[in-house]
């Protein structure tokens, strides 16, 4: 089956530790995206990548990191300088990078409270 | 930042009733897409629509556009209790990034 997979679903991080999200997708695409989303409000873009081995700042990238090595692969680190990291983190795809009329592709998410 | 406000925040019809969300946004778009969220999940694309599209329908679902008044509907008709979920308005902005802006989304509650 093709699509975006993120693990783990649930992460629980003690304060001061950096943990990492996985997002890998087999869909052949470009370009992967890091949301966060907070209770009951909408999507803020944390890093995107448009191609391999690139990627750029999105809105709220403080305290957080992204690698892109791998094509299909886009981590996400939350680092103990993010202050408020208890959030529904998404990650996404879109066939290409450079194009504004790709749709987006959802992992199922994964959930991360700091105790 | 957010460019998409959407409205009502919330809202809850019986099955069989239309049910129609709004977005409005502030600076020039290349298009705006509809998502839909299940609680706890990740987001499906619905529809996608260029400026340069007015109307556009797919299915139960019919999205307008309006540039002029920076503003889109989402309507769908005949609603079924599989529809409830949270539905976001997303904006591509000038320039090919393949960036999106989100609302803050319309939560649907449709009682069967």
């Known amino acids: 089956d093709g699509g975006i997979t993120q693990s783990p679903k649930y992460l629980f991080r003690k304060e001061g530790q950096n943990v990492t999200l996985s997002c890998e997708q087999n869909l052949n695409h470009d370009a992967m995206y890091w949301y966060r989303q907070d209770p009951g409000q909408g999507l803020r873009l944390i890093y995107y990548s448009q191609i391999v081995n690139d990627f750029q700042k999105g809105d709220i990238a403080e305290g957080y990191s992204v690698s892109r090595e791998k094509k299909e692969s886009f981590p996400l680190t939350v680092t103990s300088a993010q202050k408020n990291p208890t959030a529904f983190y998404l990650c996404?795809?879109?066939?290409?990078?450079?194009?504004?009329?790709?749709?987006?592709?959802f992992g199922p998410g994964t959930r991360l409270t700091v105790l | 930042s957010q460019q998409g406000e959407e409205d009502p925040q919330a809202l809850s019809i019986q099955e069989g009733e239309n049910a129609t969300m709004n977005c409005s946004y502030k600076t020039s778009i290349n298009n705006l897409q509809w998502y839909r969220q299940n609680s706890g999940r990740g987001l499906v694309h619905l529809i996608l629509i260029r400026s340069n599209e007015r109307e556009k329908h797919s299915g139960r679902l019919r999205v307008t556009l309006d540039t002029s008044k920076k503003s889109s509907s989402l309507l769908i008709t005949a609603s079924r209790a599989a529809d409830t979920a949270s539905y976001f308005c997303a904006t591509a902005t000038s320039g090919n990034t393949g960036k999106l802006i989100f609302g803050q989304g319309t939560t649907l509650q449709v009682k069967p």
């Open positions: 996404a795809s879109s066939p290409t990078g450079g194009s504004a009329y790709n749709e987006q592709f």
